[in-house]
């Protein structure tokens, strides 16, 4: 037997008892007569105390031999401890211990094995093994543990019915770049690897699986940013018999669900924001509502004074940043930097002061008479000590630009709290977007997202007004996921697709077997995706989502602990009748 | 709204109540004056029933126009039936329906969606959506759902972790085929898909998960037989610092949990038999223990008395037929072809009769006393009515074939019931396969398998000799998974390396990257995996693991539905660098 406990378990009701712990060596102590081993499993740190006199000398030289992260067994009676530590769970017993055994030896390991590691990003990634005994990521993979579990146990709850789709599909070449699979048994011809089960979901609702989910594993081979990986898991579902509003209702009680069980938290209703509101008050199809700071628009006010700048703009607009007044010179010349900034893109800023006393002072005082002023700071509702900052130029460039001022002061103005959470829905979103360079409209979701009933109408008159029945779930400024009510009606699918630009024929040769079975009686129908990987995160309080992952893989898509992807065998390619070209940018 | 209930909801409670159903038309029976249709969901069958001069004749004409598996919703007021049907939960009621409204229409479907359907394999698995509909296909996902849910519901409360592993990980030359995935963004170079997260389950031992599991899906490239699937879903476990025992106990109380749960039987203990006893008692690895008809061996009172066949035998064997001394000469003639077919490989088969009279005939009297086949029957306790059916030649072919003819023996004699499950260990499996072509040993389970302590010194005087710590879980004579203790300790490894015919360097290239891990404080682990398709199938009864995917492929790794793999583009493989070459087989 190599333990009657773990490290984190015994406690002072245990004293006397003879026990077995196996662990890995965290530290050791040595004061000569004294010395002390910190012993460490998944479950916390045991102290073992070895003493002069107590403990025999062939003992103390066994403890001398080991080193970090060695394993090993230890017998011993547990007692109480002299000087207590109240930081840990085990901190008010240690082990004495009777005898010593090493089951496995270690080398000095890389970086160190604590909170904060000295290790850098690429050699943790080498050795994730190690990076993995970290307190911190062994807390991240417990929390993703218990989501996905949470996550089938509410669904299963509400009837749905996992179903694993398979992963060897067909590739298509719409949406994002897939991953290809090349087929030995069927010479020349390749599986895909699923971008999202969307279509076998569909497929299953036509099947009469009208609650379906899968946590699952997808693939885009895209190239990568800091935050994105080649593959990554997604709560998947659908359901049938269903109109958007008992969708929205179904997985926002999935996120209380979430909130409740896992983080002890209730997050209460989700506010509902329709996308042209989201757009004309947070300049974002994801704002975070962590805080205020909503926009405020003053063309009525703002135009028509002389100021050319604001004269010649599509949109002037603001926000008001409470008790800012105050802000020094240094700190307007910042935001007014930041918001120059070519990621964000502004030609400059103009903020408006509500001093203590009442007077207000802003850098356009020369174009404005103190009632225009007066004016603009009742239409935020400003008091004294108040900060407006206003920009202006072609509406929606210039909201987007708001949009990141806001989130730079909510960051400033310690508004967006790690452990507040203001989940939402937005919903009505464009149906189709139009794209200058194919001058054609391409769907914002996807093909198969219905339009609203009430605006059908449009898709004739005028297509790029219409919305769609689809709605994203936005908790803290983070699109957590997605999804829309399906078109199950075939007109209108042929309408879409014609609006899309495809032919029948091209429709059936892209989308066939899904536009096949829905001339098999397909119901109505509508789902969500959730990115599993960002949920965790979130619930982590992380930025990235690559600590949440067991084994990520670098910004090359490569996985640096077993080196992939690699080179082949030549029998294999020859297997699979392929055959190499050189890269353009292989020196060789 | 769509549905107030679900097709199997409503009940005799519900009647007078004003509802909405939504469903597909599973059939019409129409008798002018007198219509019903049988509407279906997921949930079941509730009938609608419309009588002239009760329902309008708009309503009759538009029933009349439905077809089957067209999608409506009816409106309508729940009414107590004349004549019940006992056999359909709500078999009790009807709906009077006040309005109908198609949602949307179907073609007439190519096969019958019924229990029994008239639909061919290749149809049913081209138009999946439609085989789906079917009640047998039904239960079986929702069985696999259920499954799951329990398997991870009972290895959480064990403080397991879930823990997903790569899909893209580096392909390894050993083992059985894999799938390759070239990367673009590293030009020439190639992902594998997981055989198993062997691998990653034994890192994550090394990082401290000292109880992991994952339900996963498994790739493998490999020529299929019927009931071989090129991607497997499996229930991956490892756990460390943990004895054999241990690891059985943990699982055995998973299948007890299972059986428990989802279908309401106990099967208590796990019977325990080891490799080299299952051999000798049923000439299999995976005995069916759903009935006994063990091996007894008769060389000591079957040899030497002139008959040559026994005499040049290495073994005799033989199984009692309880009651089967009626057999007539055809049955028994039948049961000689049956072990001389090619897949058997017998030479011929010889019986002994004990008759009613306690008298016994063989078909071997002329070369044996009556004292002599009076000792067999002693030896095998046969009663008058008994049959001995025996076999003889080298050993063990000699048991595989009378394993064959056991098994149909308890075919025959209706022993395997479906209902019955008897779960088994069969532990101490050989750890190394000699190859005769290659003239080396091969690790029978993988070359990371303990051999147990007691067979290390055998390591070097007789390898063939020694056994492992591995074990299979085995229910109905079907191999369900199968585990071992790991090697932890790097000597050995080098050591059963060297065993293998690998240099130090080769087996560095090979598993370098857990070879490096093991470097840093490895723990003692051992783990399992279970087929999950296959304990599925075992569960729902079937022989084949087809019917519980959603969308299996067939034979020739093709799935029909969506007509994958297909060719890609030629923009694609320019991207990824590969050209293709003409298969052999291609006529083109």
Redesign the interface.
């Known amino acids: 037997?190599?333990?009657t406990h773990t490290c984190g378990a015994l406690r002072l009701s245990d004293i006397s008892k003879e026990v077995i712990l196996?662990g890995?060596v965290q530290r050791i102590r040595d004061k000569g007569s004294l010395l002390w081993i910190d012993l460490?499993?998944?479950y916390g740190i045991t102290q073992i105390f070895l003493e002069e006199g107590v403990s025999s000398p062939e003992l103390f030289n066994e403890a001398r031999e080991l080193g970090r992260?060695?394993?090993i067994r230890v017998k011993g009676t547990v007692v109480e401890r002299e000087s207590k530590n109240p930081n840990l769970p085990t901190g008010d017993i240690e082990l004495r211990p009777a005898s010593l055994e090493v089951?496995?030896?270690?080398?000095t390991?890389p970086f160190t094995i604590e909170d904060k590691s000295d290790g850098g990003d690429e050699l943790r990634m080498k050795?994730?093994?190690?990076d993995?005994?970290r307190n911190p990521l062994?807390e991240n993979?417990?929390l993703?543990?218990k989501l996905?579990?949470e996550t089938?146990s509410y669904l299963?709850s509400q009837g749905f019915?996992?179903?694993?789709?398979?992963?060897?599909?067909?590739?298509t070449?719409e949406g994002a770049?897939?991953?290809?699979?090349?087929?030995?048994?069927?010479?020349?011809?390749?599986?895909?690897?699923p971008q999202s089960p969307q279509?076998?979901k569909q497929?299953?609702m036509?099947?009469?699986?009208?609650r379906y989910f899968q946590v699952v594993?997808c693939?885009r081979?895209e190239?990568?940013r800091a935050d994105r990986q080649?593959?990554f898991?997604q709560i998947d579902c659908e359901m049938a018999?269903?109109?958007q509003e008992e969708v929205l209702n179904t997985f926002e009680g999935m996120a209380r669900h979430l909130f409740s069980k896992v983080k002890g938290i209730d997050i209460g209703d989700f506010e509902r924001m329709d996308y042209a509101s989201a757009m004309k008050l947070y300049g974002s199809d994801k704002p975070d509502l962590r805080f205020g700071m909503a926009f405020e628009e003053l063309n009525d006010l703002a135009k028509n004074h002389g100021f050319k700048v604001f004269d010649d703009a599509e949109l002037v607009v603001g926000i008001k940043a409470e008790g800012c007044a105050e802000y020094t010179r240094k700190q307007l010349d910042a935001l007014t930097d930041f918001v120059k900034r070519p990621q964000v893109g502004a030609k400059g800023l103009v903020y408006v002061k509500i001093n203590a006393d009442g007077s207000i002072k802003s850098s356009v005082d020369k174009f404005y008479s103190a009632e225009v002023l007066q004016s603009w700071a009742d239409r935020f509702d400003a008091k004294a000590g108040d900060l407006l900052l206003m920009l202006s130029g072609d509406a929606n460039p210039t909201r987007k630009q708001l949009n990141e001022l806001r989130l730079e002061m909510g960051n400033q103005l310690g508004l967006r709290k790690a452990d507040v959470f203001k989940p939402m829905w937005v919903t009505d979103f464009p149906l189709l977007e139009w794209d200058e360079d194919s001058k054609r409209y391409y769907a914002m979701h996807h093909p198969f997202t219905s339009p609203k009933p009430e605006d059908i109408a449009l898709l004739e008159a005028d297509p790029g007004k219409a919305r769609a029945n689809a709605y994203d779930m936005v908790i803290n400024g983070v699109e957590i996921g997605g999804g829309s009510v399906r078109i199950?009606?075939?007109d209108l699918q042929r309408k879409m697709f014609s609006i899309l630009g495809f032919t029948d024929e091209e429709a059936q040769n892209q989308f066939?077997?899904l536009m096949n079975?829905?001339?098999?009686?397909?119901?109505?129908h509508g789902g969500i995706a959730l990115g599993f990987d960002r949920l965790t995160a979130m619930f982590a309080g992380l930025d990235s989502i690559r600590d949440v992952?067991?084994?990520p893989?670098n910004n090359?898509?490569?996985?640096l602990?077993?080196?992939?992807?690699?080179?082949?065998?030549d029998a294999?390619l020859e297997?699979?009748?392929?055959?190499?070209?050189?890269?353009k940018?292989?020196k060789s």
Chains 1, 2 share one sequence.
């Open positions: 037997m190599f333990r196996s890995w460490r499993d998944r992260e060695y394993v089951l496995n030896g270690s080398k390991p050795y994730r093994y190690l993995l005994r062994k993979l417990k993703r543990h996905a579990l089938r299963d019915l996992e179903i694993e789709t398979p992963y060897l599909i067909k590739s070449p770049r897939d991953f290809v699979v090349p087929s030995r048994m069927n010479p020349n011809e390749f599986y895909a690897l279509t076998f497929i299953l036509v099947a009469g699986y009208d594993r693939f081979d190239d990568l080649p593959e898991t018999f269903v109109t199950h009606d075939r066939g077997f079975a829905f001339e098999y009686g397909a119901p109505p992952i067991a084994f893989k090359s898509g490569r996985d602990m077993i080196d992939a992807p690699s080179r082949i065998a294999q297997e699979l009748y392929l055959s190499l070209k050189p890269a940018a292989d």
